[in-house]
């Protein structure tokens, strides 16, 4: 009986060892579902990827709006004016010495984008866009499109000690430097220094402002545009210059702001091509011979996209509606008549285009495959005056949602 117990006990403990292994994974199990776990992920992150990047286009879009409900309050106050590029239309400025350099769209919009601390630094007489003003530096989140990860990367460099912007034109003071010498060594000169001194602490903006379908210079008034500057040495803008009115195509067939990258490596889309281009003239599909193999890459070195918020130069803050969004940006080389000629494009992270702000403050999607015909034509401006500042865009629906009055009855579908 001893026996058969112990015989029993004996198979019971084995029975139990035997359940223990049942119980367990072998490595071969835990391999397979490791596996599986690997493929769920691989499955499911372009998915999580694509709603981060849903989300960011739709801040970027708020944004846009935030803008274009801006420049709808500003011309409340102004009785249908928008804001201009160069002098805040203001004679008595303009008498003073402003230029085309003092002052964008995006400038004179501070008050009505709870910007009022910027609005307070910006100076009431003389001001020139490439001299130092705090009102020009550190990050604005409104300013950044979260899918472009260079525009927050800028430095903070808080003004330095008993620092005054003098009303004298062309002059700035600062009573300390905010910095070793050897770093900005022209601190208090006029210009700030040269522009690699002053392109870490600038701030940058994603958004620009539509120039429309002719590329401009910078002493050249542009009437394509919704938004005006004036002609250098001539006379300063008037009110009914940079208005609503003037966009007879009416808002919801006109783009007025969009979206531009910042320049991220030495042949990226978001710099400027410094060549001369092929043939005489500006002509869009010369620029565009300058894509690249992938989508942001150039074949040709770049420099820095931008300057300051405060310049009117086309190099900064505005974009043409002649080449497609997500081209090349050119500029003509300095041995060449109108050296300073510009073609600048759209562009944007997000996905097969970029949004934009129409004139009615709707905010819609370009997509970079929208109609651009005749891109083989000259689009800049000769001897002060375009070639064409009236009638139809030549460049097809894009051109169209350019021009403010060229007549064309071309809507966004």
Known sequence: MKYANAIMGRGHSLFRKDLRRKN??????????IAIIGML????LPAVQAAREAARRMSCSNKLKQIALAIHNFADVRQGEIPSFGVTNDV?????????ADGTPMIHLFPFMEQSAKTASIPTGFWQGWHYNPVLCGAVDLFACPSDGVTMQVQELPPPVGWVYTITPGTTTATSNPGPASTFPNWSTPNWGADIERYPYLTRSNYVFSRGDHANWNTVSNTRSPFHNPQTG???????????GRVTDGLSNTIFVSEKVWMNGSRHLGGYIYAGLPGALMVPSNCLLFKGASKYEVTSDVLPYGGSLALAHPVAN???????????NCYRSA????????IAS???YHSGGVNAALGDGAVRFIAETIQTDNLNIDIQISAHVYPDSKGPSPHSVWGALGSID???????P
Not at 234 to 244: E, F, Q, V
Request: no cysteine.
């Open 406 to 412: 060229g007549g064309e009855s071309v809507a966004l």
């Open 318 to 328: 505005q974009f043409h509606t002649a080449l497609p969004p997500n081209s090349p």
């Open 92 to 100: 008595a400025r303009w008498n003073q010495g402003a230029t085309y």
């Open 335 to 342: 041995g060449m008549a109108n050296s300073n000629g510009i």
């Open 24 to 33: 367990a994974f072998t490595l071969v199990e835990l391999l397979v579902v």
């Open 234 to 244: 001539i006379t300063p803008i008037k009110p009914a210059d940079s208005s609503l």
């Open 41 to 44: 992920i691989a499955l499911l």
């Open 346 to 348: 759209a562009s944007s």
